[in-house]
């Protein structure tokens, strides 16, 4: 495979069901097609890469991520932006966020994203991100509530952050985008389910009662948010992660804001095949 010139790539599992630490390689030197080839095959296996002791500029980040996907433009702030409490116009800059998949309003989600970490809080003061194996969360489910969800269809939408509703619950604003998937999401890729439900994007379920959907969506955010199916990542500096959207959902636990917190995210579209 190919140390830092690119000829030796060491692949570590992280936990038993998903992620992997990747060394032994410059995410910004040139790479050969066998090695780009290897990476790709690597992440639809693990779902989430960790490469630490990286230095990517800007470009750099953006052919990196280039490797897995397509760059995508989808959304307002175009395929590449910072997640940040240190730009100005940098995107969710502070709190804890719940466990969600990005662009799940869209007709067609992000397949992956990329974060770079450019600055992070000290070690032990929050602002981790949490992944959790949506596919190991249905796996776990009880065969009762497998049934009851295989033909439900749900409503994802933009969460109203700015009249700070609660959540999980109904939050659409107007004008902003709505879209309606399986509950029970068959990856593209691989076929395999995953509940794709999350308190952040929640709207309803098709065909039942505000109350009714608001009560399945806290359990099914109950079954996601199991310890035993999340890994949190610890943010170094140098820190790329990279996963598979619609595999894993992520969070973040909170933070001191007297700390910065500056990390830099793409998107990637419609995958390279692995």
Known sequence: MQTKDNTRMRVEPITPFMGARVTGIDAAAPMDEALKQQLRETWWHYGLLHFPGQNLDEAAQLAFASIFGQISEEGEYGPQHYVSNVSDNGLVPHGELAFHVDHSWSPTPLRGL????????????????????????????????????????????YPDQ?????????????GMPTSTHPLAYPHPATGEIGIFCSARHFDRIVGWSAEQSLALAQELVGHISKPEIIHAHKWHRGDIILWDNLRLQHARTNFDRRHRRHLRRTQIGEPLPA
Not at 133 to 147: H, V, Y
Not at 165 to 170: A, N, Y
């Open 114 to 157: 990329m974060l770079y970490g450019i600055e992070v809080p000290p070690e032990g003061e929050g602002g981790d991100t949490l992944f959790a194996d949506a596919k190991r969360a249905w796996e776990l489910l009880p065969s009762a509530l497998k049934e009851r969800l295989r033909e439900l269809q749900i409503v994802h939408t």
């Open 162 to 174: 700015s009249n700070h509703v609660p959540i999980p619950g109904p939050d659409p604003r107007p």
